[in-house]
């Protein structure tokens, strides 16, 4: 599996859009991006996955760059609940494959 | 979605005994997994479980530490052999397939921690 980069840590003003990047520049043409999210003791919570088109859902918007070497997370209105891990994955989309999880980035929404 | 339980959801534990833990998913699924969770990390995949046979191992885990069954398609068991206090961590179970077939579930994890 190619490998994700992703800052260590963000902050953001609660009510503000929370961009977080990931840069996967070793990217297949058959792997996908996705992302997951951990809160503070719970098992990681898929939020949203893309190939090369945008995406968006009722959680979240994902921009992946046309070269597809990196994309944006994007939270359009941040809470105090988004408060969060955000683990960016890059993998294969079939149901068997396994996912393999990177450092990830603590995301910090102030009030 | 998928929903999965996990128990024990906690568990203090003596060293050199040992600890099952069960995964349950409440619909077939494809595939099962397990990761642990070290206190500050990120998750590391232990191995796959695989319906009918023997589980396929990550590197750095082996069956005889980490014991894994998935006698049917909903149902998933880790032991964790000979504890030492290095063996503290989270261990979570999770599954994809089935009705979901992008997305990966997981559990709620279970937290072991070993004196």
């Known amino acids: 599996d190619a490998k994700t980069t992703q800052p260590t840590s963000m902050d953001c003003a609660e009510g503000r859009a929370a961009n977080l990047p990931c840069n996967h520049s070793?990217?297949?043409?058959?792997?996908?991006v996705y992302w997951y999210r951990q809160i503070h003791s719970q098992g990681p919570q898929y939020i949203i996955h893309?190939?090369?088109n945008n995406e968006t859902n009722e959680m979240a918007s994902l921009i992946i760059t046309e070269d597809r070497k990196s994309s944006t997370l994007i939270l359009p209105h941040a809470t105090l609940r988004d408060t969060a891990v955000y683990y960016c994955i890059v993998r294969v989309a079939k149901s068997t494959d396994k996912l393999i999880f990177g450092t990830g980035t603590r995301l910090q929404v102030f009030p | 979605s998928a929903v999965i339980s996990q128990k024990p959801s906690r568990d203090i534990c003596q060293r050199g005994t040992s600890l099952t833990i069960q995964c349950q998913v409440d619909?077939?699924?494809?595939?099962m997994f397990w990761y642990r969770q070290q206190p500050g990390q990120s998750l590391t995949l232990i191995a796959t479980?695989?319906?009918?046979?023997?589980?396929?191992?990550e590197s750095g885990f082996v069956i005889d530490k980490f014991p894994i069954s998935r006698p049917n398609l909903t149902f998933s068991t880790l032991t964790v052999s000979n504890m030492s206090p290095e063996d503290s961590s989270i261990y979570l179970c999770?599954?994809?397939?089935?009705?979901?077939?992008?997305?990966?579930?997981f559990g709620p994890g279970t937290r072991l921690t070993v004196l």
């Open positions: 893309g190939l090369k």
């Open positions: 479980a695989n319906q009918g046979s023997e589980a396929t191992y």
């Open positions: 070793t990217i297949s043409g058959n792997e996908y």
């Open positions: 619909s077939q699924v494809t595939m």
């Open positions: 999770s599954a994809t397939g089935g009705a979901s077939y992008n997305e990966q579930f």
